[in-house]
């Protein structure tokens, strides 16, 4: 199996111009994909998510559409019976919000039922909602990690990739910052450091694999590469950085290409 989509060690502007413009201006990008393409249309891929990801996934349909010659196809489906063609990002809800174990569970059932034998790459996202200041970590990744485990033992040939789970922006305010100033609770920031430590449990476990996409570092990375970080509780926590969200949760049109260029570019990578 192989995977080259290259096209993306482009920096896509982040501020001005619409994102096809943007695009079509990159000789980089219109270089590069043209060479990678005979190897991405061999693949077959099954992402699951939520709200974030259909965010991403429009961003990868940026791309795509952006070069007629791209053979990549997105389709949403999890019906093992729509995988029959090559060169195919497939991509449906699992679970859902609130509940980071039916995810875990919903993505088992629905490789063991037929798209574990499909797909060359497979792999899902937790939401931002999923982990807060109330979740007992340990026992999710304990059973995060033995759940792919056990996939990756019964489908030798697909590859499981990670994602760590998405950000959201840090809430601002007078109050708020005075609160902060004081060192008393806020609730928002508890959640966003509970998220940043299951992520470094997710970093420590699958970093040095290559098959770990940190999505919450891309998300709080400013396009000159420079973070967005607050210190809290004696921690660098990182949040989604402003400028890529309409709602300081989700990606709008130039967060999800910044974002769905690293993922292709990510994938380029496996092997």
Not at 81 to 105: C, R, S, V
Not at 132 to 150: G, V
Request: charge should be neutral; glycine fraction near 6%; aromatic fraction near 10%.
């Amino acid at each position: 199996m192989k995977i080259c989509v290259c096209l993306l060690i482009m920096l896509i502007t982040i501020s001005g111009g619409s994102v096809m413009s943007q695009m079509e201006d990159n000789a980089e990008y219109e270089g590069i994909n043209k060479v990678s393409l005979r190897e991405l249309s061999e693949t077959r891929i099954f992402f699951g998510h939520q709200s974030v990801g259909f965010n991403i996934m429009d961003g990868v349909n940026d791309i795509i559409k952006s070069d007629s010659s791209l053979m990549l196809k997105v389709k949403k489906t999890k019906d093992p019976l729509g995988f029959a063609e090559d060169g195919l990002f497939a991509h449906d809800m699992i679970g859902k919000n609130e509940d980071p174990e039916a995810k875990i569970l919903d993505f088992k059932r629905l490789v063991e039922n037929g798209i574990g034998d499909k797909v060359d790459i497979a792999f899902f996202k937790f939401c931002y909602v999923d982990v807060h200041r109330n979740t007992d970590i340990k026992k999710l990744f304990a059973l995060y990690i033995d759940t792919m485990d056990d996939l990756q033992k019964s489908f030798p040939n697909v590859h499981f990739l990670h994602f760590t789970v998405p950000i959201r922006v840090r809430v601002q305010g007078i109050k708020l910052n005075v609160k902060r100033f004081l060192g008393m609770t806020i609730d928002d920031d508890e959640d966003a450091l509970k998220r940043m430590l299951f992520n470094n449990m997710l970093r420590e476990k699958y970093s040095k694999t290559g098959k770990l996409f940190d999505l919450a570092a891309w998300e709080s990375t400013y396009s000159d590469g420079k973070r967005n970080l607050a210190l809290f509780r004696g921690k660098s926590v990182e949040f989604l950085i402003p400028e890529y969200s309409q709602d300081g949760r989700h990606l709008k049109e130039n967060g999800r290409i910044f974002i769905a260029t690293r993922l292709l570019d990510f994938l380029c990578k496996q092997n």
